[in-house]
């Protein structure tokens, strides 16, 4: 327990309980934004005479003094060790009204939402850079073709660009619900106190507009009681976890030469210790891997806070650094794709694999209906006869014939039917299997094309939607860096005489 809380209500304190339920290893991140907060709060306070101008001049000289690699690393946290440090400079008189009108627990919960602010405006920058690659290295794919897979089994050709874009369009969705809790996140409980705010006449505006924050979160007792914001980051987290799981799954298993649709590049893999042949997706394993950690970060941060009473509890203490290490394995996995995408490599000739596997399949049930009047669900069981008897014999849609075709439809539909043999031949390209599907949002590389237009134009308005909130939160802390030196001139190296001020 801090030096300054001893003595009251309680005279003893054991230091391995200190050491126990000390907050101070994982505070250090939060400095910043805690001398922040006790800048803004004592030019509230001496804007609104709650303290005597002389005295918040010396306030605030300490706190420009202060800087996170300077405090004492044995208190209890951020908090006492700054105002520790405050009082060490400016001294009991002045330094001893440094924390009136506020309390740990407004002070705590204002300093997590302005860091969180902050990484969630990078974490978007990397979401959106990520964005922009997978864009740039589908430009280059239009008409590259690839088998996609359901049940990992080889299911239809699209190209390789459309495959990226379909990342592109999940990172679009997450990139929306950070957007969306940083509206939440950006809610200030400067004021708040305890729990029940203050008789002292503050004005909590004042304090909001000096921090760069949106609006109030008004209610006391929410204000201080409530980590949702918390919870619903590592929502979001969560979930950008998963798509990149999901995202790093897809490459590990294309890159094995089993699939062989991608190759990886040789500085994102590694070979075994003892099988010189092999190339291993490490890289991608890792991603796979602290998704769980994330996930597994959510699930124990909603568990230490679903029976908490309300108002403030420690348990608080213990879900934030939870916050930072999802939002680190995150960051670190959208960084490592922003370096791979642009040199990944995918196969460019499919033609013997797409016909091995049948994949034009559902093709040649369409031409059936389309061109020779079958109803669907007939066109399917026939074509899925012509399919069994060619893999028994070992042959593939290349070797087909219309008379092995009008076999199939006579067994299982009962019907006589001739079938051209350029319509089977079509069935050979896979590229012209992907240009037939031009409905909107399809795999056609004239689809593929506008997809691209729009996606451009959107990763451009994203970054200028990052830089305007980052332009908010500047101006903020030139405006509170302001407000500071009209006390405390520093930068011009003024001397002013408060010695009489009644203020």
Not at 166 to 195: F, W
Request: with cysteine.
């Amino acid at each position: 327990m801090s030096k300054l809380l001893r003595g009251g209500r309680l005279s003893k304190v054991r230091e391995d309980v200190v050491k126990f339920t000390s907050s101070m290893k994982d505070d250090e991140r939060l400095a910043n934004a805690v001398i922040a907060i006790n800048k803004a709060h004592v030019v509230m306070l001496i804007e609104q005479k709650i303290i005597r101008q002389q005295d918040g001049a010396k306030l605030l000289q300490a706190l420009s003094k202060c800087s996170s690699t300077a405090l004492d690393a044995s208190a209890e946290d951020v908090h006492m060790a700054v105002e520790e440090a405050v009082l060490k400079e400016a001294g009991e008189m002045a330094g001893g009204n440094l924390h009136i009108a506020k309390s740990r627990n407004d002070q705590v919960v204002t300093a997590i939402r302005m860091e969180l602010r902050n990484a969630l405006l990078n974490l978007m920058r990397a979401v959106a850079h990520v964005q922009e690659h997978l864009v740039e290295v589908a430009e280059d794919h239009v008409n590259t073709v690839i088998l996609e897979y359901t049940h990992l089994q080889p299911a239809q050709p699209v190209t390789f660009a459309h495959y990226l874009l379909s990342h592109v369009a999940a990172l679009e969705r997450d990139l929306q619900r950070l957007q969306s809790a940083y509206t939440r996140v950006n809610l200030c409980p400067l004021g708040a106190g305890a729990l029940a705010t203050t008789s002292f006449p503050i004005n909590r505006d004042r304090t909001t507009e000096l921090l760069g924050f949106t609006a109030l979160a008004e209610n006391s007792i929410d204000a201080v009681g409530s980590r949702d914001f918390i919870t619903e980051t590592l929502a979001a987290l969560t979930l950008i976890a998963v798509n990149l799981s999901r995202f790093a799954e897809d490459i590990i298993i294309w890159s094995s030469q089993s699939f062989g649709v991608v190759e990886l590049p040789d500085e994102f893999a590694s070979t075994s210790s003892i099988m010189p042949q092999k190339k291993n997706p490490e890289v991608l394993e890792v991603i796979r891997a602290r998704a769980s950690h994330v996930l597994g970060d959510l699930v124990a941060s909603a568990a230490a806070v679903k029976s908490l009473p309300s108002t403030y509890n420690l348990d608080f203490q213990e879900i934030t650094p939870k916050l930072w290490d999802s939002m680190e394995n995150v960051r670190a996995s959208l960084d490592m794709f922003h370096k791979l995408l642009p040199k990944l490599k995918a196969t460019t000739d499919v033609a013997g694999k797409a016909n091995a596997s049948f994949v034009a399949a559902t093709e040649l049930a369409n031409v059936l209906v389309r061109k020779y009047d079958v109803p669907f669900r007939s066109a399917h069981k026939v074509v899925g006869n012509l399919v069994k008897s060619l893999i028994e014999v070992k042959l593939t849609f290349a070797d087909a014939t219309p008379a092995q075709l009008q076999k199939a439809a006579e067994e299982v539909a009962g019907i006589k039917l001739t079938v051209k043999a350029e319509d089977l031949k079509a069935l050979v390209d896979p590229l012209a299997l992907v240009k037939a599907c031009k409905v909107k949002g399809g795999p056609a590389p004239v689809e593929v094309k506008k997809a691209l237009e729009v996606w451009k134009k959107k990763v451009l308005l994203t970054k200028s939607n990052i830089l305007q909130l980052d332009k908010v939160l500047e101006e903020a802390e030139n405006k509170l860096e302001k407000a500071v030196q009209a006390y405390f001139p520093m930068s011009s190296g003024a001397n002013i005489n408060l010695k009489n001020s009644n203020l």
